[in-house]
């Protein structure tokens, strides 16, 4: 018979037989809802067969895919099969990573890896006793990295959540107290006029004067938002506008970036100078901050582009620090003290109220009561 030939046999009720030069495979074929669905069993012979055919239909009625006997047997060798921090393994860890944060985060990681890499050589991190981890005094950022890494493993099915020593909060993470706890992100109005000046006026020389225009307008959109940058860098690749009923100069409309965290669009109200600098952004689009950078992906090299005019920008005007994240410091802070509400504040500029009440506003002070006196 020629390989892989489908043969009738007798007994079997559930599919058919495919019969090739190794020999005979059963197949189940069930039709469910006018779908047809053909599974191997990898089973030879016809107890077998049953064998699996009941595997299938019990996977079947608690909802999960059916495992054929060769790979649930394959699986089960791996089980106790050592898992060490190679290169190869730290090379892969480090692939399925995204570099939302920027490339100084990503290397940063990739740092961390190599450290524990060094400290774990040898070590089978499969039921690794998390005393192994914990007597090296790891920092904050190195706990983080080796909790992902065993993340990894388990999304990867390396290893099974017992094996895992950091998980379910095993390995305990410090909590990291807000910056502004120490000191106001609230970025001074003539400070900010100042940057924002500098950067219309002064092209960048390093990149073939490259007018940092676009940067200012982000500057204008993110004190109007209170966004993150990224969803600025997002909104001037795809960003949409939506009109108000009744424009005035504090509400002229709606400005929507797509995709913000949670995986939804953002929108918001705006004044007229921020609506129109929105509409300048968004017809620039990327290409007032890509060229800086093209071999990053568009998104981050806008991200980082904007982050290095507003440095370049504060040290030419002398002003003091400020970062372009402390816009959504600037408008959360402001903004609580004009409505007195974490609450609506959080749900304006997209975030959760413990982290607007911790974070980002966190020396905010409350509107003054209707006092006696």
Known sequence: MSHGQRIAYEGWEHGYVRSGDRGNVF???????????????????????????????????NGVDYVPREQREADAGNQNRPIHLTEELRRDYLKNCKDDNGRD?????SAYLVTWETRLAGKNL????????TVH???????????????FLRQRGDIKAHEDPTYGGALKLPKVKPAQDNHTKVI??????????????NPCRS?????????ALAMDVLMGTGWHVRAVARFAEAGTFRAVAKPTKKVAGIII???EKHGRPQSNQVSRRVLKSAHQLRALGLTGWVGANASRAPELAACETICRDVKAARDATGVEFFGAGWHRHTVSTEAYEVVGSHGVVAAAIGNSEAMQRTTYASLGVAPKLPTRI
């Open 257 to 259: 970036t797509p995709l």
């Open 105 to 109: 985060w990503w290397e940063r990681k």
């Open 207 to 215: 990149q073939g004067r490259r007018p940092r225009v676009a940067t």
């Open 188 to 201: 001074p109005k003539e400070d900010w006029k100042k940057v924002r000046a500098w950067l219309v006026a």
């Open 137 to 151: 005094n790891p920092t904050r950022q190195e706990k983080a990295t080796v909790k992902a890494l065993y993340s």
């Open 27 to 61: 197949y189940i074929r069930e039709t469910i809802a006018g779908k047809t669905r053909e599974v191997s069993t990898g089973a030879a012979d016809l107890d077998d067969a049953v064998l699996e055919y009941r595997e299938f239909k019990t996977a079947q009625k």
């Open 126 to 133: 499969r039921g690794l006793p998390l005393r192994n981890i």
